[in-house]
C-alpha cells in the first residue's frame, strides 16, 4: 500500500488512536513496507509531541519576556508562586532552587531531599539491570543517610516491557526494590502502553503500584520541572 | 451542591492544564490566567445547568472557550473569529528538525524549540488552534471535540489535519532532515 491511499485525516486520526484496531492494523502493515507513510506518520507523530511538550507549563516571566519583549510584572511573579503552591506539596522545597536546564547530576549538598529519575526505554536485559543495579545502589546509599530521597523510574518505548509481567526478566527484583524502599516509584508511557496493546492486540499486564503517565517523556520534562534530577544510563 | 463540590475539584486538579491551554489560545500568560478565572465564576454560577457530572470535562472546557470568544469579539469587533490570526507581529520563519528533539535530554535544552513552537501554533487560525489545543493539550477525543466546538466530527478532522499540515510547513521539516527510526518487529 503507498500512503497516497490514506488520507491525511485518517493518518491524523490514526496518530490520535481514532481508528478502529482493524484500521490500526492495516495501517501498521503498510508502514512496514512503505517508508514515506512512515516517514509521514512519524511527522504527524513528532508534532502532536511537539505540541503537547510546548505548552506542558506554565511560562515564568523570563520565559513570556522572551516571547513578547514584556516586562515581567508583580501579577506573573504572584501568578508563579501560586502554581507553583498548587503542584508543590512534597516536592514543593525543592521547587525554587532549580535551575530549570540543567540534567546534570548534580546534586546540592545543601538540598535536604535528593529526587532523581531515571529512564528505561530498552528491552535490553543487560541495561535493564544496569539500571536497576544503579537505583538500588542509591536507595541503598540513602538508607543510613539524614538526608531523604526519591526515586522514580519511567519507562517508555521498548522500556515498557520491564514492567510488563508475562515479558519481564525482573518482576521478582521490581516487586523485591518497591517493598524494601517506599521512597521509590515507578511510572510508564501511557502512549507506549497502548500502542504496544493495539499492535500486540493484547492487555498488557504491568506489576503492581505504578503509574501510568501521560507520555514517558512528559513525565521526565515534568519531574525535571519540578526539581527532579535525570540521570539517563 | 455534590456537582459544585467536583467542579472546585476539577479546577485545582487542573488549574495548570487550564492555563496552559488558554496561554496556547492567547499567547499571554496574565491573559490565560483571566480566562481560567472568568470561566472558572462562569461555571459556578451555571452549575446546576450541568446535567451529567460525566460531562464536565468538556462543559467547562466550551465555557472557557465562550470566555475568550467574548475577548475576542470584544478586542476585534467581529462576528466570525473562527479565521483570525491572534499571532505575534514580528514573527519570523524558523526551522526547527523535529528528530534532533526526540530525548529528554534535547527537548528540555532547546527551550526555543518550545518558542518556536509556540510561535508557529500562534499563527494559526483561530478554529485551528482550538481544535489542535483541545486534542494534543487537553487530550480530548475527535467526540468530545465535537460537542465542545458543536462542528460535525468529520469537521474536526479536516481541521486537526490542516492545522497540522500549517505546523510542519511551519516547522520547515525536510526529508533529508530525518533520521528514522524503523519499526522494530
Redesign the interface.
Known amino acids: 500500500m503507498k500512503e497516497q491511499q490514506y488520507?491525511?485525516?485518517i493518518?491524523?486520526?490514526y496518530v490520535?488512536g481514532?481508528l478502529s484496531a482493524d484500521d490500526n492494523n492495516a495501517i501498521?502493515n503498510s508502514?512496514?513496507s512503505d517508508?514515506a507513510l512512515?516517514?509521514r506518520v512519524?511527522?504527524?507523530e513528532?508534532?502532536?509531541s511537539?505540541?503537547?511538550?510546548?505548552?506542558?507549563?506554565?511560562?515564568n516571566s523570563n520565559?513570556?519576556k522572551?516571547?513578547?519583549g514584556n516586562k515581567p510584572?508583580l501579577?506573573?511573579a504572584a501568578?508563579v508562586l501560586l502554581?507553583l503552591g498548587?503542584?508543590s506539596g512534597w516536592i514543593g522545597h525543592d521547587l525554587l532552587n532549580k535551575d530549570?536546564?540543567s540534567?546534570q547530576i548534580v546534586v546540592s549538598e545543601k538540598k535536604d531531599t535528593w529526587n532523581i529519575v531515571l529512564?528505561v526505554n530498552t528491552n535490553d536485559k543487560y541495561i535493564q539491570k544496569t539500571i536497576l543495579d544503579e537505583t538500588e545502589s542509591l536507595l541503598e546509599s540513602f538508607k543510613d543517610s539524614e538526608k531523604k530521597a526519591k526515586v522514580e523510574i519511567v519507562a517508555y518505548g521498548?522500556g515498557v516491557f520491564l514492567f510488563d509481567k508475562s515479558k519481564s526478566k525482573y518482576q521478582d527484583r521490581l516487586e523485591s526494590l518497591k517493598n524494601n524502599f517506599t521512597n521509590l516509584s515507578y511510572a510508564v508511557c501511557g502512549r507506549t502502553l497502548k500502542r504496544i496493546e493495539q499492535k500486540q492486540d493484547r492487555k498488557i499486564n504491568l506489576i503492581a503500584d505504578m503509574t501510568i503517565s501521560?507520555s514517558g517523556?512528559y513525565q521526565?520534562?515534568k519531574r525535571?520541572k519540578q526539581g527532579w534530577n535525570?540521570i539517563?544510563i | 451542591m455534590f456537582n459544585k463540590n467536583k467542579l472546585s475539584r476539577f479546577c485545582?486538579d487542573n488549574?495548570?492544564l487550564l492555563?496552559?491551554?488558554a496561554?496556547?489560545w492567547c499567547?499571554?500568560?496574565?491573559q490565560a490566567?483571566d480566562l481560567v478565572q472568568d470561566a472558572i465564576e462562569k461555571a459556578l454560577k451555571n452549575i446546576s445547568k450541568l446535567n451529567d457530572i460525566k460531562q464536565l470535562k468538556a462543559w467547562f472546557i466550551k465555557i472557557m472557550l465562550n470566555c475568550w470568544r467574548d475577548k475576542l469579539r470584544k478586542k476585534h469587533d467581529l462576528q466570525n473569529f473562527d479565521d483570525l490570526i491572534v499571532g505575534?507581529e514580528n514573527y519570523s520563519h524558523q526551522n526547527?528538525n523535529?528528530?534532533e528533539?526526540?530525548t529528554?535530554?534535547s527537548?528540555?535544552?532547546q527551550?526555543q524549540?518550545?518558542?518556536i513552537?509556540?510561535?508557529a501554533?500562534s499563527q494559526l487560525p483561530v478554529k485551528h488552534k482550538t481544535v489542535?489545543?483541545l486534542?494534543?493539550?487537553y487530550?480530548v477525543?475527535?467526540s468530545e471535540v465535537s460537542t465542545i466546538l458543536d462542528i460535525p466530527i468529520?469537521t474536526v478532522?479536516?481541521r486537526?489535519?490542516r492545522a497540522?499540515?500549517d505546523?510542519?510547513q511551519r516547522?520547515s521539516?525536510k526529508?533529508d532532515e530525518?533520521k528514522?527510526i524503523?519499526?522494530?518487529k
Open positions: 488520507s491525511d485525516e493518518l491524523n486520526a490520535d481514532e501498521l508502514m512496514k517508508k512512515l516517514r512519524r511527522d504527524l513528532r508534532v502532536k511537539l505540541v503537547g511538550t510546548s505548552f506542558n507549563e506554565v511560562p520565559y513570556e522572551s516571547i513578547k510584572s501579577s506573573i501568578s502554581l498548587v503542584v530549570e536546564t540534567t529512564h521498548q501521560r517523556i521526565i520534562i525535571q535525570y539517563r | 485545582v488549574r495548570n492555563i496552559n491551554i496561554y496556547s499567547h499571554e500568560r496574565t490566567e505575534e526547527v523535529l528528530y528533539s526526540s529528554p535530554e527537548l528540555l535544552s527551550q524549540t518550545k518558542l513552537v509556540q510561535t501554533i489542535l489545543s486534542i494534543d493539550i487530550g477525543s475527535y468529520g478532522m479536516s486537526i489535519s497540522r499540515n505546523l510542519l516547522l521539516v526529508e530525518h528514522v524503523p519499526l522494530k
